[in-house]
């Protein structure tokens, strides 16, 4: 069975950091790249940012760029990503999904093209 398990959100205040996992199951892990999208209340979801499991390479939204970092621990099939600075603006939940390819960018821009997604983790940034 695939999964795909986020944690590591919750209530932080505005410049706080949090981390997210994703703890991928299930599936060839270095087959797939993966990626972090969120979705706040009212909005669509979108793309953070994403990276290959195969040679580490990554992608990311200017919006969280030199804030938020991606990276994957392959001995362990997790992914993370670090954010710092957060805004409440980055307020909603985080969901990560995996997707048989290798190129992050064009990962990131299939986001209706994933092939597992995680039930994702409530991040909230209060003022």
């Known amino acids: 069975e695939v999964q795909l398990v986020e944690s590591g959100g919750g209530l932080v205040q505005a410049g706080g950091s949090l981390r997210l996992s994703c703890a991928a199951s299930?599936?060839?892990?270095?087959?797939?790249?993966i990626g972090w999208f969120r979705q706040a209340p009212g909005k669509k979801r979108e793309w953070i940012s994403c990276?290959?499991?195969?040679?580490?390479?990554?992608y990311y939204r200017d919006s969280v760029k030199g804030r938020f970092t991606i990276s994957s621990d392959n001995a362990k099939n997790t992914v993370y990503l670090q954010m710092n600075s957060l805004k409440p603006e980055d307020t909603a939940v985080y969901y990560c999904?995996?997707?048989?390819?290798?190129?992050?960018?064009?990962?990131?821009?299939?986001?209706?093209?994933?092939?597992?997604w995680g039930k994702g983790t409530l991040v909230t940034v209060s003022l």
């Open positions: 999904a995996a997707d048989f390819a290798s190129d992050p960018e064009w990962v990131c821009d299939d986001i209706y093209g994933m092939d597992y």
């Open positions: 299930g599936f060839t892990f270095d087959d797939y790249a």
């Open positions: 990276i290959s499991s195969s040679d580490g390479s990554t």
